[in-house]
């Protein structure tokens, strides 16, 4: 998986843009800027943009060519963003120490444990964001995993963060235009926790 990763970060082109996610940049923008966690950021286009906002990133993703490509996106933006090589499963860090976690496009084998694990990285009374298919993507030829179990359903993400405070959830279709790969009408899920 790791190594197909590589090869679709290799081409110079930024495959899913080099402008945030449209959702994220919303919620972002209604914060105060403090510590905050990209996990699988990919390309970096979401961290670089939180670091031109104020924001003291963490990002990491499994891919060296995806750290590469959003070091050089960090550098044209004259950011910088502390971009690790690690997957969900193997990232450690202190709990309770980020105002903000934010997962788009986020989706693997192990969500539950994932999602459960990175919530304990949050600060109380801080925000999680997300931005994810829902199974009904299997019907659409717009991006994210062909893999049932990988989509995302409200029902799961209720029962992973269900610790949380106050959580928010939207389901839609959406039309996408987020570089190469993330292009035409989505069925996404929305979330907005507080811890």
Do not use: C
């Not at 590589?6 to 899913?16: H, I, P, S």
């Not at 923008?29 to 966690?37: N, S, T």
């Not at 990209?38 to 286009?45: D, H, K, L, Q």
């Not at 996106?73 to 309770?96: C, G, H, M, R």
Request: aromatic share 10%; net charge negative; hydrophobic share 35%.
């Amino acid at each position: 998986m790791e190594n197909s990763w590589n090869q679709r970060y290799a081409q110079e082109e930024y495959v899913y843009g080099t402008e945030p996610n449209g959702f994220f940049k919303e919620e972002l923008l209604k914060l105060q800027p403090g510590r905050i966690l990209f996990p699988a950021e990919g390309e970096g286009r979401n961290a670089v943009y939180a670091a031109t906002q104020g924001w003291k990133v963490v990002a990491f993703d499994s891919s060296f060519e995806a750290k590469k490509k959003a070091e050089k996106l960090a550098l044209k933006n004259n950011v910088t963003i502390d971009y690790q090589i690690s997957t969900i499963e193997d990232f450690e860090n202190e709990e309770k120490s980020f105002d903000a976690i934010v997962l788009i496009y986020v989706h693997t084998d192990n969500r539950e444990e994932n999602h459960r694990k990175l919530v304990k990285y949050l600060k109380p009374g801080r925000k999680l964001i997300i931005e994810g298919f829902s199974k009904n993507q299997l019907e659409n030829n717009s991006g994210g995993p062909r893999n049932l179990s990988m989509l995302l359903s409200v029902e799961e993400l209720k029962s992973d963060f269900k610790t949380m405070n106050d959580i928010q959830f939207s389901e839609l279709d959406i039309e996408l235009n987020e570089g190469l790969l993330h292009i035409g009408k989505a069925s996404v899920i929305r979330v907005i926790a507080t811890k």
